[in-house]
């Protein structure tokens, strides 16, 4: 357990380090390919890629339930997910179209996703529940350790993007197979298999809400939530240039250094929040207070529109994202419904997840295009933020 706690930070960071990269390098890509069309094509291509991550956690959920394997039931479903994730990673290097851009961050978010659907099982799997803040802690610190560090690695390499994917995904797959030969799984050939009906691929994507309230709400804070996120950090290059004046060079540069200026309050706040939470035998309040204080970091480059303005709005969300995701899994894994069906069910709510990424980017290039620029995309980021804060009162299985 010892050694799960200690390298799980690393496991977690994984994936999200390969996003990171991406979402960095992705807009340069599409702005070199078309100027002019730039907001459309990278919605274009944010949509179809999270169209394949949506598909992947449940369905190899659902079917890594079910593996029996001298490895165990998630190890041989991870290696898989990384191979195919590390594919995509090569790909959109090489891609100098949009169409190339779109079927390989395709097949980066399947693989990476199929990735994560079962590395996010260890948390029920091993976990005793009152280590779950904790635990639920450090794989937050790996998330956005990731998400904030990701940009800066990926800067070192703007001006040759092939190796600077190529370099992550060495990085990516050696992080994973240390952290599956570190924690292997049990042997559980002789665990019996509960069956799959045909049915099961299309139920693999649904849990009843009416059956299961306190799960719907947790999913439907948790869509919220990330749905607001991905409404700015999609467009976050195109915002330094459009909202604040930046030229594309500045705000190349500038990116990465907003993602470092919320570290410190970012670690404070995951530092205390998951030993806080298990302390007390309380997620919801750090749930609430995370998420509405995501809300209120939209406002400051509405009333803001400078350098400073943006950075201020980072050091807010990190505060914020630290404190929800720091205890948002933790609450995740006590709603589930069956145990048997762990890695599909939370397939389902890290649906909550990717789907905003299918949305978000279409959603906020009409809000930008209707209104005329970034500001009434805020305003509409803070509102749906706190919606999601406020989503988590109705659970009432956890406190």
Partial sequence: MRRLFLSIPFASAAAPLAYAVAAYYLPLQVQAIDADAKIENLSLVQTLSAVAAMLAQPVVGILSD????????????????????????????????????????????????AFQGPLSSILPDRVPTA????????IGLGTVLAALLGPVLASAFAGRIPVGYLSVTGLVLLTIVIFLALNPDRDNRHTPRPPLPARALVRAFWVNPVRHPDFFWAFLGRILIFGGFAMTNTFQLYIA??????????????????????????LLAIGLSGPLSDRLGRRKPLVLAGGL????????????????????????????????ISVDMALVSEVLPRKDDYAKDLGVINIAATLPTTIAPVAAGTIVTAFGGYGALYLAVAAIAALGAIAVLPIRSVR
């Fill in 66 to 113: 079910r593996t029996r394997t001298r490895y165990g039931a998630r190890t041989p479903w991870m290696l898989i997910g990384a191979a195919i994730g590390a594919v995509g990673m090569a790909v959109a290097g090489l891609s100098s179209t949009i169409a190339h851009l779109v079927v390989a961050m395709m097949i980066l978010q399947f693989g990476f996703n």
């Fill in 131 to 138: 280590q779950r803040g904790r635990f639920s802690t450090l």
């Fill in 241 to 266: 240039q459009d909202h604040i004046g930046l030229t594309l060079d500045e705000a190349a540069r500038l990116v990465p250094l907003i993602g470092l200026a919320g570290l410190p309050g970012f």
């Fill in 293 to 324: 204080i995501i809300a209120a970091s939209a406002l400051f480059p509405v009333l803001w529109p400078t350098v400073t303005g943006l950075i201020v709005s980072a050091v807010v969300l990190t505060i914020g994202f630290g404190t929800f």
